[in-house]
C-alpha cells in the first residue's frame, strides 16, 4: 500500500515490576494499520492486547519503542495533548462500557464533546443523532444502570463516536453480553467501518469475529506471532443473520448531523452525510469538533 | 471543558449527595455565622461604647493648651483672631480657669471656669435643664454635682440662690490678687466628676489681667480635624483632641475582635476539615468515573477543576448561609435585649445596636468562606487530576 499508516508502531515494548518481579507485556512489537481497516487483535488472556491498546490511546507510555499516529509520535505528547489524542482521534469502548453511572445516556454522549468546549446545544443534537443511530432514541434520559448490557454497550459505542474520532478501540465489547446484544453490537462496529471507512480495532476473545476483519493480528506472550489478511472480509447481512434489529438496517447507519453543510461533497454520493466522520479521507481535521478543540487551546494558553 | 460545563457537573454531584451535601455546607454555616455572630457583636459594642462615652460634637474639638507660662502668654486674643482665620474653622472659645473659695465654706476650693456662653457643646456640657447664661456678662454659675454636694445642698433647691465667690488667680503679674464676685446657680451639670467645678460667662472675668486657660478650635466637621490641627501645631502650639481616647478605645476593640473571630475561625477550621473529609470521599467513590473521562478525553485539569468547583461552591453556599444566619440571630439577640432592657430600666439605659456589620466585613467573610473552602478542596482535586486513568478503569 502506498497509503501512509494512521498507527505504525515500532519495536514496542512494555514492563511491569510486580514487586520485584518483571512482567513483560508487550515485547517487540511492531505493526502497521491503515485508514479504514478492520483490525482484530486475537490471543489468549494476558498476551498484551489491552496493554497495546491503551497504549494507542496514550493512556500509558511505553517501555521502548514508538507509537506514531498519522505520523505523530505519542511520546512527545504532554498530558494536555494526549488528551486531546483520545477525544479527537480515539473513541474507546470497553468490555464493562464505562458509562458514568451520576449521568444520563445523553450527558454521557455528549460528554467528549464537554471537554471539547462544544456548547449545551450543540452537543446534545449531535448526541440525539448518535442515539438514533444505535437505535437508543427511547433511552435517552435513562441512567445507564436503567439499561440492559447490550444497551449500555450501544450507548458506549455512540459516546464513542461522538467526537468524530479516526479510530475506534474495541477491546472486548461483546464480552458481557449475552449473544443477541453481542450480534447488535458487532453489527454496529462493523456497519461502522464498512459505511463510514473508520478504522476498527477490536479486541476479542470469540473466533466467530474474525471473518469481519481485514487483517488478523494473533498474539501470543506480548508478541504478534502472526498476522493473517483477509481478503473477502464478510459483513454483516451477507452471513444472512436475521436482520431483525434496528440497527441492523444499513442505512440507519448514516450520521445526520449539523456538521454535514461544513463538509466538502464526496464523490460517494452515498456516504456522504456519514463521510463528515472522516477527517482522515479528505485530510480536514476543520471539523465541528476541531474548530472548537483550537479555541479550547488558545484559551488553555491563557492559562 | 467551559466553565459552565465544570459548574454543571460539580453541582449536579452535590445535588445528587443531598445529606452529604447538607452537612459539609452546614460545617461552614456553623463556622462563618459563629464569626459573624461574634465579629459584629464585637464592632456593634465597640460603636456603642464610643456612642455613650464621647458625643460627636467634642470629636470636632481641638484644644490648644499651656504646657508654661511662657506658651500661655500667647493664648490670647489675638491668637483668637488668628485661628478664626484658618479655613474650616466653626467657633474659636478661650477660658479661664481660677480657684476659688467661698464665703460661709470653710475650706471648700472649688476650680472655677469661664468659658463664652453659646459654646457649652465645645465643652460637651450638659445641664440637668438644660439652661445656659442668661447673658454674655451675667453673675451667674453653673455647678456640678460634686460641688452641690460639698455646698450641702439639694440638686433642685440650690438653683437660683446666690454664693459670695472670692476668685484667685486674676493677675499674671500679681498672685495675691483677688476678686470678690456674688454668682447665682442658674443649673446643675450632669456630670460625674469627682472635682468641685463651676462654670461662670467668660465675660464677668474680661477686667482680668489672666492669661486663658485654654483655646479650644472647633472644626466643621470630623473629618477636617487632623488638617486643622497640623495647622494649629504647624504655628507651635501644643494640641489635644478627643480622638486620642478614641484611638485607645479602637485599638482595645481591634484586640477584642480579633480574639472573637479567631474563634470563629477554629469553628470554620473544622468546617474546613470536614469540606477536605467530603471531597476526599467523593474522591474515593468517584475514582472510576474520573477514570472514565481521562479515557474519553477529558484533561487532568478538567477532572481537577470538576472537584475544585465542588469544593468553592460548598464554601459560597456556607459563606453566604452562615452570614445570613451569623447576622439574624445577632438581629435576633439585640431586639430580645432591647425589649427586657427597655421593660426593666430608664429609656437611657437601652442600649440600642449591639450588633454592627460592615459592608466590606459581609462581602469579606462571604469571600473568605471561599477561599477556606477552595483551599480544602486543592489536595483532593489535585489527587484527582494525577489519578491514572488505567488504575482507575480496573475499580470495577
Ligand atoms: N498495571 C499492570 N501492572 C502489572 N502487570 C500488568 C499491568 N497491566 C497488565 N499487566 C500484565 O501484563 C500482561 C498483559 O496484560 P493485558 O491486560 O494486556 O492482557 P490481555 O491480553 O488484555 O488479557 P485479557 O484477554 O485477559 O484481557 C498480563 O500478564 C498482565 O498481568
Ligand atoms: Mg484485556
Same mark, same amino acid.
Given at each position: 500500500?502506498?497509503?501512509?499508516?494512521?498507527?505504525?508502531?515500532?519495536?514496542?515494548?512494555?514492563?511491569?515490576?510486580?514487586?520485584?518481579?518483571?512482567?513483560?507485556?508487550?515485547?517487540?512489537?511492531?505493526?502497521?494499520?491503515?485508514?479504514?481497516?478492520?483490525?482484530? !487483535? !486475537? *490471543?489468549?488472556?494476558?498476551?498484551?492486547?489491552?496493554?497495546?491498546?491503551?497504549?494507542?490511546?496514550?493512556?500509558?507510555?511505553?517501555?521502548?519503542?514508538? /507509537?506514531?499516529?498519522?505520523?505523530?509520535?505519542?511520546?512527545?505528547? +504532554?498530558?494536555?495533548?494526549?488528551?486531546?489524542?483520545?477525544?479527537?482521534?480515539? *473513541?474507546?469502548?470497553?468490555?464493562?462500557?464505562?458509562?458514568?453511572?451520576?449521568?444520563?445516556?445523553?450527558?454521557?454522549?455528549?460528554?467528549?464533546?464537554? !471537554?471539547?468546549?462544544?456548547?449545551?446545544?450543540?452537543?446534545?443534537?449531535?448526541?440525539?443523532?448518535?442515539?438514533?443511530?444505535?437505535?437508543?432514541?427511547?433511552?435517552?434520559?435513562?441512567?445507564?444502570?436503567?439499561?440492559?448490557?447490550?444497551?449500555?454497550?450501544? /450507548?458506549?459505542?455512540?459516546?464513542?463516536?461522538?467526537?468524530?474520532?479516526?479510530?475506534?478501540?474495541?477491546?472486548?465489547?461483546?464480552?458481557?453480553?449475552?449473544?443477541?446484544?453481542? %450480534?447488535?453490537?458487532?453489527?454496529?462496529?462493523?456497519?461502522?467501518?464498512?459505511?463510514?471507512?473508520?478504522?476498527?480495532?477490536?479486541?476479542?476473545? +470469540?473466533? %466467530?469475529?474474525?471473518?469481519?476483519?481485514?487483517?488478523?493480528?494473533?498474539?501470543?506472550?506480548?508478541?504478534?506471532?502472526?498476522?493473517?489478511? +483477509?481478503?473477502?472480509?464478510?459483513?454483516?447481512?451477507?452471513?444472512?443473520?436475521?436482520?431483525?434489529?434496528?440497527?441492523?438496517?444499513?442505512?440507519?447507519?448514516?450520521?445526520? %448531523?449539523?456538521?454535514?453543510?461544513?463538509?466538502?461533497?464526496?464523490?460517494?454520493?452515498?456516504?456522504?452525510?456519514?463521510?463528515? %466522520?472522516?477527517?482522515?479521507?479528505? *485530510?480536514?481535521?476543520?471539523?465541528?469538533?476541531?474548530?472548537?478543540?483550537?479555541?479550547?487551546?488558545?484559551?488553555?494558553?491563557?492559562? | 471543558?467551559?466553565?459552565?460545563?465544570?459548574? =454543571?457537573?460539580?453541582?449536579?454531584?452535590?445535588? =445528587?449527595?443531598? @445529606?452529604?451535601?447538607?452537612?459539609?455546607?452546614?460545617?461552614?454555616?456553623?463556622?462563618?455565622?459563629?464569626? &459573624?455572630?461574634?465579629?459584629?457583636?464585637?464592632?456593634? @459594642?465597640?460603636?456603642?461604647?464610643?456612642?455613650?462615652?464621647? $458625643? @460627636?460634637?467634642?470629636?470636632?474639638?481641638?484644644?490648644?493648651?499651656?504646657?508654661?507660662?511662657?506658651?500661655?502668654? #500667647?493664648?490670647?486674643?489675638?491668637?483668637?483672631?488668628?485661628?478664626?482665620?484658618?479655613?474650616?474653622?466653626?467657633? &474659636?472659645?478661650?477660658?479661664?480657669?481660677?480657684?476659688?473659695?467661698?464665703?460661709?465654706?470653710?475650706?471648700?476650693?472649688?476650680?472655677?471656669?469661664?468659658?463664652?456662653?453659646?459654646?457649652?457643646?465645645?465643652?460637651?456640657?450638659?445641664?440637668?435643664?438644660?439652661?445656659?447664661?442668661? $447673658?454674655?456678662?451675667?453673675?451667674?454659675?453653673?455647678? $456640678?454635682?460634686?460641688?452641690?454636694?460639698?455646698?450641702?445642698?439639694?440638686? #433642685?433647691?440650690?438653683?437660683?440662690?446666690?454664693?459670695?465667690?472670692?476668685?484667685?488667680?486674676?493677675?499674671?503679674?500679681?498672685?495675691?490678687?483677688?476678686?470678690?464676685?456674688?454668682?447665682?446657680?442658674?443649673?446643675?451639670?450632669?456630670?460625674?466628676?469627682?472635682?468641685?467645678?463651676?462654670?461662670?460667662?467668660?465675660?464677668?472675668?474680661?477686667?482680668?489681667?489672666?492669661?486663658?486657660? #485654654?483655646?479650644?478650635?472647633?472644626?466643621?466637621?470630623?473629618?477636617?480635624?487632623?488638617?486643622?490641627?497640623?495647622?494649629?501645631?504647624?504655628?507651635?502650639?501644643?494640641?489635644?483632641?478627643?480622638?486620642?481616647?478614641?484611638?485607645?478605645?479602637?485599638?482595645?476593640?481591634?484586640?477584642?475582635?480579633?480574639?472573637?473571630?479567631?474563634?470563629?475561625?477554629?469553628?470554620?477550621?473544622?468546617?474546613?476539615?470536614?469540606?477536605?473529609?467530603?471531597?476526599?470521599?467523593?474522591?474515593?467513590? =468517584?475514582?472510576?468515573?474520573?477514570?472514565?473521562?481521562?479515557?474519553?478525553?477529558?484533561?487532568?485539569?478538567?477532572?481537577? =477543576?470538576?472537584?475544585?468547583?465542588?469544593?468553592?461552591?460548598?464554601?459560597?453556599?456556607?459563606?453566604?448561609?452562615?452570614?445570613?444566619?451569623?447576622?439574624?440571630?445577632?438581629?435576633?439577640?439585640?431586639?430580645?435585649?432591647?425589649?427586657?432592657?427597655?421593660?426593666?430600666?430608664?429609656?437611657?439605659?437601652?442600649?440600642?445596636?449591639?450588633?454592627?456589620?460592615?459592608?466590606?466585613?459581609?462581602?469579606?467573610?462571604?469571600?473568605?468562606?471561599?477561599?477556606?473552602?477552595?483551599?480544602?478542596?486543592?489536595?483532593?482535586?489535585?489527587?484527582?487530576?494525577?489519578?491514572?486513568?488505567?488504575?482507575? @478503569?480496573?475499580?470495577?
Amino acid at each position: 500500500m502506498a497509503k501512509a499508516p494512521v498507527i505504525k508502531i515500532n519495536n514496542l515494548s512494555k514492563k511491569f515490576m510486580l514487586g520485584d518481579v518483571e512482567v513483560q507485556a508487550l515485547q517487540s512489537v511492531s505493526l502497521e494499520i491503515y485508514s479504514g481497516e478492520f483490525i482484530v !487483535f !486475537f *490471543g489468549v488472556s494476558g498476551c498484551g492486547k489491552s496493554t497495546l491498546m491503551s497504549m494507542i490511546a496514550g493512556l500509558q507510555p511505553p517501555s521502548t519503542g514508538s /507509537i506514531l499516529i498519522r505520523g505523530e509520535d505519542l511520546a512527545k505528547l +504532554n498530558s494536555n495533548e494526549l488528551a486531546q489524542h483520545r477525544r479527537t482521534k480515539i *473513541g474507546m469502548v470497553f468490555q464493562a462500557f464505562n458509562l458514568i453511572q451520576t449521568m444520563n445516556v445523553i450527558e454521557n454522549i455528549s460528554l467528549p464533546l464537554a !471537554f471539547a468546549r462544544i456548547s449545551k446545544g450543540r452537543r446534545i443534537k449531535r448526541a440525539e443523532n448518535l442515539l438514533e443511530v444505535v437505535g437508543m432514541s427511547k433511552y435517552k434520559n435513562r441512567a445507564p444502570n436503567q439499561l440492559s448490557g447490550g444497551q449500555q454497550q450501544r /450507548i458506549a459505542i455512540a459516546r464513542s463516536l461522538v467526537a468524530n474520532p479516526w479510530i475506534i478501540l474495541a477491546d472486548e465489547p461483546t464480552g458481557n453480553l449475552d449473544s443477541k446484544s453481542a %450480534d447488535d453490537v458487532m453489527r454496529l462496529l462493523v456497519s461502522l467501518n464498512r459505511k463510514s471507512k473508520r478504522t476498527v480495532i477490536l479486541i476479542t476473545h +470469540n473466533p %466467530d469475529y474474525l471473518q469481519f476483519a481485514d487483517r488478523v493480528f494473533y498474539m501470543q506472550d506480548g508478541k504478534v506471532i502472526k498476522v493473517e489478511a +483477509n481478503a473477502h472480509a464478510v459483513t454483516f447481512n451477507e452471513k444472512g443473520k436475521s436482520a431483525t434489529s434496528s440497527a441492523s438496517k444499513e442505512d440507519d447507519f448514516v450520521i445526520d %448531523d449539523d456538521t454535514k453543510d461544513e463538509v466538502p461533497d464526496k464523490p460517494n454520493t452515498e456516504e456522504t452525510k456519514a463521510a463528515s %466522520d472522516i477527517p482522515e479521507e479528505n *485530510g480536514n481535521t476543520e471539523n465541528t469538533t476541531g474548530e472548537s478543540e483550537n479555541k479550547e487551546e488558545e484559551v488553555e494558553a491563557k492559562n | 471543558m467551559r466553565i459552565i460545563d465544570v459548574l =454543571r457537573i460539580a453541582v449536579g454531584n452535590l445535588m =445528587r449527595n443531598k @445529606l452529604r451535601t447538607f452537612l459539609t455546607v452546614s460545617g461552614v454555616v456553623v463556622g462563618i455565622s459563629t464569626i &459573624v455572630f461574634l465579629v459584629t457583636l464585637g464592632f456593634g @459594642l465597640q460603636n456603642l461604647v464610643i456612642r455613650k462615652t464621647t $458625643n @460627636l460634637e467634642a470629636l470636632k474639638v481641638i484644644t490648644l493648651n499651656s504646657k508654661n507660662k511662657e506658651e500661655s502668654k #500667647n493664648l490670647n486674643s489675638t491668637l483668637v483672631q488668628k485661628l478664626q482665620d484658618i479655613p474650616n474653622v466653626d467657633v &474659636v472659645t478661650p477660658s479661664y480657669y481660677f480657684s476659688a473659695s467661698i464665703d460661709g465654706y470653710e475650706g471648700l476650693a472649688p476650680a472655677i471656669y469661664a468659658i463664652e456662653s453659646g459654646h457649652f457643646e465645645v465643652y460637651d456640657l450638659k445641664t440637668k435643664n438644660g439652661k445656659q447664661f442668661t $447673658n454674655e456678662t451675667a453673675k451667674e454659675i453653673i455647678v $456640678n454635682k460634686k460641688l452641690v454636694d460639698d455646698l450641702k445642698e439639694d440638686q #433642685n433647691q440650690i438653683i437660683g440662690k446666690s454664693f459670695k465667690f472670692k476668685i484667685t488667680g486674676i493677675s499674671q503679674d500679681d498672685s495675691t490678687k483677688t476678686m470678690d464676685v456674688e454668682l447665682k446657680v442658674v443649673d446643675v451639670l450632669n456630670d460625674e466628676s469627682p472635682g468641685k467645678i463651676g462654670y461662670s460667662p467668660f465675660k464677668v472675668f474680661a477686667d482680668t489681667n489672666s492669661n486663658y486657660y #485654654n483655646i479650644k478650635v472647633k472644626v466643621k466637621n470630623q473629618e477636617l480635624l487632623p488638617e486643622v490641627k497640623k495647622i494649629i501645631e504647624s504655628m507651635g502650639f501644643s494640641t489635644s483632641v478627643i480622638k486620642n481616647q478614641l484611638g485607645a478605645i479602637n485599638l482595645a476593640f481591634a484586640i477584642i475582635n480579633g480574639l472573637l473571630g479567631a474563634f470563629g475561625m477554629v469553628a470554620l477550621f473544622v468546617a474546613a476539615i470536614g469540606i477536605f473529609n467530603t471531597m476526599t470521599i467523593s474522591l474515593l467513590e =468517584r475514582t472510576h468515573e474520573i477514570g472514565i473521562m481521562k479515557a474519553i478525553g477529558g484533561r487532568d485539569k478538567d477532572c481537577s =477543576r470538576i472537584f475544585t468547583a465542588e469544593a468553592a461552591t460548598i464554601g459560597l453556599m456556607g459563606g453566604a448561609f452562615g452570614m445570613t444566619c451569623g447576622w439574624g440571630i445577632g438581629r435576633l439577640l439585640e431586639v430580645i435585649i432591647n425589649f427586657l432592657a427597655s421593660k426593666a430600666g430608664p429609656a437611657d439605659q437601652v442600649p440600642g445596636h449591639l450588633f454592627y456589620t460592615p459592608p466590606i466585613f459581609t462581602i469579606g467573610v462571604v469571600v473568605f468562606a471561599f477561599l477556606v473552602s477552595t483551599f480544602a478542596g486543592i489536595w483532593p482535586a489535585r489527587r484527582a487530576s494525577k489519578l491514572n486513568p488505567l488504575e482507575a @478503569l480496573r475499580y470495577e
